[in-house]
């Protein structure tokens, strides 16, 4: 195929792109190579999250890791103010900095890995307590029963969601975060509130945007109703949570957060917290199920002495199974390697997609527990660096160590299809078998 | 040897620490310090990859 032909089918890729799409993922690499070799910067005209607030379709991809590592230092050139927010702007991560630091020097302490070192032994006991239930059975659905209910039982625990609300916490983060990505459970739930305002659904076509921006509004409300009561029951009973620590909080050591900045942080936790290791978990199992080598060459490394290359291997799995998608928004008109971007534009870092540039990572979908250096952007780059890098590490090194121990032999169901879902991506169901 | 942390660039990331936790820690936000600018010399290697492998570009190692 000529250079030209190469370039007319990047475009219309490009124009199609939308990684929000579950059919995404089946070409998923494919397109990201495509358009990094033929349109590193290309326009999609598709790309819209309905779930996070609508906003205009369609923006520009970045899928060259330097052009990404570029956008993402560059808060003043690339805002976090990306989205139309349902209630307001999530903090700190669709704020930009200064403000932004100042509530980073608030909850960063939260969450170094001195303060994770104390749930270690809780993610062990609820580890295998959760293992040891699903293996009672040799079919299992390894998201359902351990992926899903282990980082985001802890998350509940850390923040000071009570445990008693938990299925009511993760029916509102899939309607929310999954109405339309393939998201099975987030599809139903969708649905099923739509009707309960009297929207009228064919389920054979699933919602309309704007049908999804209207339950997405509305669960969004109900959540933070539901912060407004826990900070009230707080307020009066603290404990040692995460609620209670932003209550005593002093934004730049001067004043209390207000009720609004209390209860968009605590959303913002609430959308960042509960899918992300969840997610992560199920691919790389998911990859273990069919790649053997890989599973004992990591069982290896767990059982071994070597922190340090724990820690890498970790890193690299974090690489491979990058999840994340970046928004920005363009805050002044400028030329970005040859692209005219308009102030306003929106601009995507898919970290799976910058995470496989050769350029940076020889042999980039390999997964190489020894590959040096590693500057993989799995937790983001820049001021917005991900807050739970350290409980994200934590948790996928006790759960992928626990349950490898328990069920070091596995495949995937033949008799049962695994739920994959686009955008922030992962698996909604992953049913395996042992040996 | 000797090593620093571009405090304006560190992000926390840790990759650091990972890999070379003889020189490197965390303050009480999470982000880098050099425990002794000047390095023990078995530690020479893995502070090099430790450099090499800052996602920021943070660390940097002279003489």
Known sequence: MSDQEDRNRAVSEARDFNPYASEFLEREFEIYRTLREHLPVARSEAMIEPALGGGTPGGWVLTRYDDGCEVLTDPDGFSSQSQDY???????????????????????????????SKLEPHLYDYANELADRMLEKDSFDFVADYADPF????????????????????DWKNVIMHPS???????????????????????????STEQVLAVSAAAVGEVYQYFQGLLD????????????RLLAARFDGERPLTQEELEDTLFLLFMAGLDTVASALGLMIQDFATNEVKRKEFITILEGDDPKLLGQAIEELVRVHSIVLLPRRVTRERSFHGTRFRADDGVLVPTQGINRDPEQFPNPDELDYTRFPNRHAGFGLGPHRCLGIHLA?????????????????????????ANRFGGMKGLATLPLVKG | MKVRIDKEACQGHGQCVILCPEVFEYDEQGFGVVRNEVLPEAAERDCERAEASCPERAIHITG
């Open chain 1, 86 to 116: 349902a209630v307001r702007p999530w903090i700190p991560q669709a704020i930009d900095p200064p403000m932004h630091t100042s509530y980073r020097r608030i909850l960063n302490p939260m969450f170094t890995p001195d303060a994770m």
């Open chain 1, 151 to 170: 980082p985001s039982v802890i998350f509940c625990e850390l923040a000071g969601f009570p445990a008693e609300d938990y299925r009511q916490i993760m």
């Open chain 1, 181 to 207: 990505d393939g998201h099975e459970r987030g599809r139903e739930l969708a649905i099923e509130k739509a009707r309960s305002m009297d929207l009228e659904v064919d389920p054979s076509e699933g919602l």
């Open chain 1, 233 to 244: 029951a707080r307020r009066q009973d603290p404990r040692d949570d995460l609620v209670s």
């Open chain 1, 393 to 417: 590490r934590r948790e996928l090194r006790v759960a992928l160590q626990v349950f490898l121990q328990k069920c070091p032999d596995f495949q995937v169901d033949p008799n049962r299809k």
